[in-house]
């Protein structure tokens, strides 16, 4: 198992930017799936939306029909930090956003409960 360690998030009005950050370290595989999931109000992670994905052996990546054209995810050439580059976001957008990822897999994995490990997790809040 590995530890994901995030960064980024906080606060901004509609229409604005933010970015988030993922360190991944103790995998032994770079086939991995490396997954955004926002954690509505009042619900478990686990029941949360992947909004954003990436299977790190190839880079081919998922968004949701929500933020798709608005947020972007990528990885470094090390494959040991995947970014979310969140734009034009709106205030439905607001959440805890987790990063999270999975092994033994060879796409990206779009439902949050066969994620693994898990990120701290951080707030995203959208209002003005």
């Known amino acids: 198992r590995g530890r994901l360690v995030q960064s980024g998030g906080g606060s901004v009005q509609p229409g604005g930017s933010l970015p988030l950050s993922c360190l991944a370290s103790?995998?032994?595989?770079?086939?991995?799936?490396m997954g955004w999931i926002r954690r509505a109000p009042g619900k478990e992670r686990e029941l949360g939306e992947v909004v954003a994905a990436i299977f790190t052996a190839t880079g081919s990546y998922y968004y949701s029909k929500s933020v798709e054209g608005r947020f972007t995810v990528s990885q470094d050439n090390g494959k040991n930090m995947v970014f979310l580059q969140m734009n034009n976001l709106q205030p439905e957008d607001s959440g805890v956003y987790y990063c999270?990822?999975?092994?033994?897999?060879?796409?990206?994995?779009?439902?949050?409960?066969?994620?693994?490990?898990w990120g701290q997790g951080t707030q995203v809040t959208v209002s003005s």
């Open positions: 999270a990822a999975v092994t033994g897999v060879q796409w990206t994995v779009r439902a949050p409960i066969e994620y693994d490990d």
């Open positions: 103790g995998y032994t595989t770079d086939s991995r799936s």
